[in-house]
């Protein structure tokens, strides 16, 4: 593969949001670089493993369609997901085959560095790979780095956490186990309901996924035993499609700032560590895990939040709460407020009234202060309060797509991007908004 020194489109960063922007401008058929600092892509869905992808449906309504269905075809193809649940490696051979459909060119193991800027313009970025520094030209660039990568070597506008008090949500390393009996693991749960979430669904069918969390009065009596970090609160697991597999989101990781190397280096250690207690506690105390074993771990620490792009529009948390929609939406979501709260910070889960759903404005995905530059997925557009709601991967691929679809035509059009009437990207993202 030779790299070429100039691309249409330069996408930073490979997780889900820059997947689907990637796709969808190279579909288009423009020229498009996807950079992406490690040696797979798929970024919170690989890396840092999280399964399964939330809610996105409202009244049998699919909200959320286009390159996000792709991935799931191809990963069921593989037999790699149950309903929502799936394995990192279906999701990395799934997007990896779209990629190469889609015509773009995939750049690993390689890390953007610096911008270079007119003004207003970004002309290139400067990209650490193969040992050396290379800079490549590109026309529109789309900052999908998770934490704003792009904008803040640019000099661009971001700002981080909450509007007060500054606090970022909590850090959660998953891990994966194999082996858990889970017959007699939702037996147990199914006795003993007050040790669990009264959200928790006890009809259990072991041939879809399920979700358990709590065990309440093992985590405390660990804690108190000084065999459990007392971070951790309760232990939550969902299954994944090998039977008797389960994905973990439980370690609890707090006041460490996912954007800071320094911190994550600390994350990684004191989410492991975690890990080992809970993997400990699970096979000597819990009906259903004597016999389970710890596969992996996530090969980062999952980061919720970092820096948010500020953006011609900052989708609220009022946004979320009342459904608002807008005459220039991209995408839709249905998911709420989910901020999961500091050492001295209370969680929050607030959902949508039953059926409804919100839209995202394009005007979320500008970036101020620039005339080529978009930003999509964990690092849109929005107050701590909506970015906590349109952070999840179903949402985080629908903002990507609209990127790809906003920068092609501002590429094949030679217009900027805030130029592009509204009606022209809605109609190659109108799969994931709603009818009007
Ligand atoms: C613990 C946890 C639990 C979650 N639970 C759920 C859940 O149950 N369901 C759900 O749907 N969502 C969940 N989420 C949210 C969701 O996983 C993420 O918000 C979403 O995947 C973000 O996608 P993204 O593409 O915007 O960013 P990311 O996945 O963060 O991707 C950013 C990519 O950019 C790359 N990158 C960064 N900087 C550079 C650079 N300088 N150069 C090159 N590459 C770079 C990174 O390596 C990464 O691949 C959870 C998240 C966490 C952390």
Same mark, same amino acid.
């Given at each position: &593969?030779?790299?070429? =020194?100039?691309?249409?489109?330069? /996408?930073?960063?490979?997780?889900?949001?820059?997947?689907?922007?990637? /796709?969808?401008?190279?579909?288009?058929?423009?020229?498009?670089?996807?950079?992406?600092?490690?040696?797979? /892509?798929?970024?919170? =869905?690989?890396?840092?493993?999280?399964?399964?992808? &939330?809610?996105?449906?409202?009244?049998?309504?699919?909200?959320?369609?286009?390159?996000?269905?792709?991935?799931?075809?191809? &990963?069921?193809?593989?037999?790699?997901?149950?309903?929502?649940?799936?394995?990192?490696?279906?999701?990395?051979?799934?997007? @990896?085959?779209?990629?190469?459909?889609?015509?773009?060119?995939?750049?690993?193991?390689?890390?953007? =560095?610096?911008?270079?800027?007119?003004?207003?313009?970004?002309?290139?970025?400067?990209? @650490?790979?193969?040992?050396?520094?290379?800079?490549?030209?590109?026309?529109?660039?789309?900052?999908?780095?998770?934490?704003?990568?792009?904008?803040?070597?640019?000099?661009? $506008?971001?700002?981080?956490?909450?509007?007060?008090?500054?606090?970022?949500?909590?850090?959660?390393?998953?891990?994966?186990?194999?082996?858990?009996?889970?017959?007699?693991?939702?037996?147990?749960?199914?006795?003993?309901?007050?040790?669990?979430?009264?959200?928790?669904?006890?009809?259990?069918?072991?041939?879809?996924?399920?979700?358990?969390?709590?065990?309440?009065?093992?985590?405390?009596?660990?804690?108190?035993?000084?065999?459990?970090?007392?971070?951790?609160?309760?232990?939550? @697991?969902?299954? *994944?499609?090998?039977?008797?597999?389960?994905?973990?989101?439980?370690?609890?990781? *707090?006041? *460490?700032?996912?954007?800071?190397?320094?911190?994550?280096?600390?994350?990684?250690?004191?989410?492991?560590?975690?890990?080992?207690?809970?993997?400990?506690?699970?096979?000597?105390? !819990?009906?259903?895990?004597?016999?389970?074993?710890?596969?992996?771990?996530? $090969?980062?620490?999952?980061?919720?939040?970092?820096?948010?792009?500020?953006?011609?529009?900052?989708?609220?948390?009022?946004?979320?709460?009342?459904?608002?929609?807008?005459?220039?939406?991209?995408?839709?979501?249905?998911?709420?407020?989910?901020?999961?709260?500091?050492?001295?910070?209370?969680?929050?889960?607030?959902?949508?009234?039953?059926?409804?759903?919100?839209?995202?404005?394009?005007?979320?995905?500008?970036?101020?202060?620039?005339?080529?530059?978009?930003?999509?997925?964990?690092?849109?557009?929005?107050?701590?309060?909506?970015? =906590?709601?349109?952070?999840?991967?179903?949402?985080?691929?629908?903002?990507?797509?609209?990127?790809?679809?906003?920068?092609?035509?501002?590429?094949?059009?030679?217009?900027?991007?805030?130029? !592009?009437?509204?009606?022209?990207?809605?109609?190659?993202?109108?799969?994931?908004?709603?009818?009007?």
């Amino acid at each position: &593969m030779a790299l070429l =020194s100039e691309y249409d489109v330069i /996408v930073v960063g490979a997780g889900i949001a820059g997947i689907a922007a990637a /796709v969808k401008a190279g579909r288009s058929g423009v020229s498009v670089l996807l950079v992406e600092q490690y040696g797979f /892509v798929g970024g919170m =869905s690989t890396a840092g493993m999280v399964s399964p992808f &939330m809610k996105h449906q409202v009244q049998g309504e699919v909200l959320v369609r286009g390159v996000f269905e792709d991935i799931e075809r191809e &990963m069921r193809k593989q037999h790699g997901m149950i309903d929502n649940g799936f394995f990192a490696n279906s999701f990395r051979s799934a997007s @990896f085959h779209l990629l190469k459909e889609s015509g773009c060119t995939l750049l690993l193991h390689s890390i953007i =560095s610096g911008v270079t800027k007119n003004n207003t313009t970004i002309e290139s970025i400067s990209i @650490f790979t193969s040992g050396r520094e290379i800079t490549i030209k590109g026309k529109v660039f789309i900052d999908t780095s998770g934490d704003a990568q792009l904008l803040f070597l640019g000099n661009l $506008p971001w700002v981080k956490g909450d509007e007060k008090t500054g606090l970022l949500q909590a850090l959660t390393l998953f891990f994966r186990m194999g082996n858990i009996d889970l017959v007699k693991a939702t037996e147990y749960a199914k006795n003993n309901k007050n040790e669990f979430f009264d959200w928790m669904d006890y009809n259990f069918n072991l041939t879809k996924i399920i979700s358990v969390a709590g065990y309440f009065s093992s985590v405390k009596k660990a804690i108190q035993e000084q065999r459990l970090s007392p971070e951790v609160q309760y232990i939550f @697991f969902t299954t *994944l499609p090998e039977s008797g597999e389960g994905s973990f989101n439980t370690s609890n990781i *707090l006041e *460490l700032d996912g954007s800071s190397s320094i911190d994550l280096t600390k994350a990684e250690l004191a989410g492991r560590k975690q890990v080992h207690q809970v993997v400990a506690l699970l096979k000597n105390e !819990i009906p259903g895990f004597e016999h389970s074993y710890l596969i992996e771990t996530a $090969p980062q620490v999952g980061v919720r939040e970092t820096r948010r792009a500020v953006g011609d529009y900052a989708v609220t948390g009022d946004d979320i709460k009342h459904g608002n929609k807008f005459r220039d939406a991209v995408a839709r979501g249905c998911y709420g407020i989910d901020i999961h709260g500091q050492k001295d910070e209370s969680s929050r889960m607030e959902h949508l009234a039953e059926g409804d759903y919100y839209e995202i404005p394009l005007r979320a995905l500008l970036v101020q202060n620039s005339t080529n530059v978009l930003a999509a997925g964990r690092c849109i557009s929005s107050t701590r309060e909506g970015h =906590s709601a349109l952070r999840i991967q179903p949402t985080s691929s629908a903002t990507g797509e609209a990127c790809g679809a906003l920068a092609a035509l501002s590429v094949k059009s030679h217009r900027a991007v805030r130029e !592009i009437e509204y009606n022209t990207v809605r109609d190659l993202i109108s799969h994931n908004i709603s009818k009007k």
